[in-house]
């Protein structure tokens, strides 16, 4: 099994109103891709401040799939084409770790 | 419902024994602590080279807590102080990011 962990930081100017039109962005798309066994969508909890704890994220994705294949299929899904080029505009930075899980 | 997730990337000296060792000190560590609902541990996948994609890192951690309290009661625990005394010459960072879920 695989954790596909993705971390977006927002522009600064991101209104309230397009966060949460990219929130559920991410549902639809997530919904609409067969491979995706489960996911989890959050946004920085309000855990104390701590040297090595990063709260300056926007918003939170971590999608299971069965194996590395299934996650290559759905890089190149047409939704996640069409959700990228939708919701890109959106961001600041954008960083992606990919977890084989034993 | 809250993630909390730790990247550690490990000190290039690291044998192959001590990363076993950490890893099962991890498990360990979890374990024995009964604000953890549930945990999932990983190394990189092999999911294919982007410019956002960071395989880096050594081992990752997934940790779920049903709130920011647990969070807290888990990060005194005394199992925390001790496993962090024993592994944390390992590593060369760690970053760790919490997600509220929703």
Do not use: C
Not at 2 to 23: A, G, M, R
């Amino acid at each position: 099994m695989l954790i596909h962990n993705v971390y977006f930081w927002l522009k600064d100017e991101v209104t309230p109103s397009q966060k949460t039109d990219f929130e559920k962005g991410i549902k639809d798309f997530l919904d609409s891709v067969d491979e995706v066994q489960k996911y989890q969508i959050g946004i920085p909890a309000s855990t104390p401040d701590r040297d090595v704890v990063d709260h300056s994220f926007g918003v939170s994705m971590f999608v299971w799939f069965n194996n590395v294949e299934d996650h290559n299929i759905y890089q190149v899904h047409p939704a996640h084409d069409k959700f990228v080029k939708r919701f890109k505009d959106l961001w600041a930075k954008v960083q992606v770790l990919d977890s084989e899980m034993f």
